[in-house]
């Protein structure tokens, strides 16, 4: 048996939520990148009597559009799944619901499913610092809960929320420019999940293809990438009734 971690974290907060759960389930973790566009995912084989935490943030209540494409590719051969989708403090909405569809059609088993909260991606005002020590001792014991099912042959599905169809996608509305820092070093072209950024000119964002990520922004080691203070600004306004109230963690088993 083998534990999996299948994760999309551009700026590291659902991995580290991921992270909390997988540590405490198993030992000896095969960690799984779903933002490197250059691994051929189709080449990925689990087998049946493996463990998966799949990972993934929520996106205007969605699962990210490369996460979900990258998944389906994976062969998952009747493996156990544990989903997770960690969301800013203001609601996750159908993105489990999502995950749970594309990873059935992967060829996972669905055991048990989480949603994490995690500092704001956009607005980082909200809920930082998480997951916290409470968040980390609320997944601990789910994690427990998971291995006791596990051990006992339970291989049921849990009920799990949203709605089919899901709300609808929405388009990047935050794409992050360089300022008068950038040394066209090239770390955030290389590092972006869906090549959004031109190599030769980080100035040059393909508005279409970029998510909204803010990967950019988090590994760029000048601090020279930027999203417009006033949509920042507007973005903390619209999510402050929605965010300022602490939501906890939502479990199924």
Known sequence: M????????????TK???????????????????TDFSIDFSGIS??????????VPSYGGRVPGPAAERLSAIRGNG?????????????????????QDTAKQAGFRIVAAAAAVAEHSIAR?????????????????????IRSKLSGGDLSEPAIPGNRPYKKSGGAGMVPKPTGNCVK???????CPVQAIDPHDPGKVDSHACI???????????????VNRA???????????????????????
């Not at 070093?185 to 590092?191: P, S, V, Y």
């Not at 920042?232 to 088993?253: D, H, N, T």
């Open 212 to 226: 909204s990520c803010m990967r950019c922004i988090s590994v760029c080691p000048h601090s020279a990438r930027k």
């Open 46 to 55: 689990l087998e049946e009597d493996d463990i998966a935490v799949i990972a």
């Open 125 to 145: 005002q909200f809920a930082a610092g998480r997951p916290d020590d409470q968040d980390w001792a609320q997944l601990r014991q789910f994690a427990g809960k």
């Open 16 to 34: 580290k939520a991921a992270d909390m759960l997988a540590e405490e389930i198993g030992t000896e973790i095969q960690s799984v990148d779903l």
């Open 185 to 191: 070093c090239g770390l955030c072209a290389e590092k």
């Open 2 to 13: 083998k534990l999996y971690e299948i994760c999309f974290s551009p700026t590291g907060g």
């Open 79 to 99: 493996a156990k799944a544990v989903l997770v989708c960690v969301y800013g403090n203001r609601a996750y909405e159908d993105t489990l619901a999502e995950l």
């Open 231 to 253: 949509m920042l600004a507007a973005v903390g306004a619209m999510l402050k009734k929605a965010c300022s109230e602490r939501k906890e963690c939502e479990l199924y088993i």
